[in-house]
């Protein structure tokens, strides 16, 4: 069974930084896709980050662009997100969560939706004060 757990969360005021990590175990296939997802209350949940399975592929949402670097490390089967420059409407619970790599090319086109993520992180809450 695959596991993901997040970490790295808190409360900063804007313009600071966090790196959220999302450590994942359990999983038996090839190293999978992976993104961040943030969702606040009322709101569906947004794609900001995909990453491929090797990681040199990356992909972010307009609105985080130039603030928000994905990266992985597989060696310590862990998903990184570095937010900088954070924003109060950056204030939401953010997911990671991970793809089969059945996905393949068609990542690129798909990664922000959450429908084609197979296991998700309970998450991790980032609050950004003005």
């Known amino acids: 069974q695959v596991q993901l757990v997040e970490s790295g969360g808190g409360s900063v005021q804007a313009g600071g930084s966090l790196r959220l990590s999302c450590a994942a175990s359990g999983y038996t296939y090839s190293r999978p896709y992976m993104g961040w997802f943030r969702q606040t209350p009322g709101k569906e949940r947004e794609g900001v980050a995909g990453i491929s399975s090797g990681g040199g592929s990356a992909y972010y949402a307009e609105s985080v662009k130039g603030r928000f670097t994905i990266s992985r490390d597989n060696a310590k089967n862990t998903l990184y997100l570095q937010i900088s420059t954070l924003k109060p409407e950056d204030t939401a619970t953010y997911y990671c969560?991970?793809?089969?790599?059945?996905?393949?090319?068609?990542?690129?086109?798909?990664?922000?939706?959450?429908?084609?993520?197979?296991?998700w992180g309970q998450g991790t809450q980032v609050t950004v004060s003005s």
């Open positions: 969560a991970a793809a089969t790599n059945a996905l393949g090319v068609l990542y690129s086109l798909l990664w922000s939706r959450p429908d084609e993520y197979t296991y």
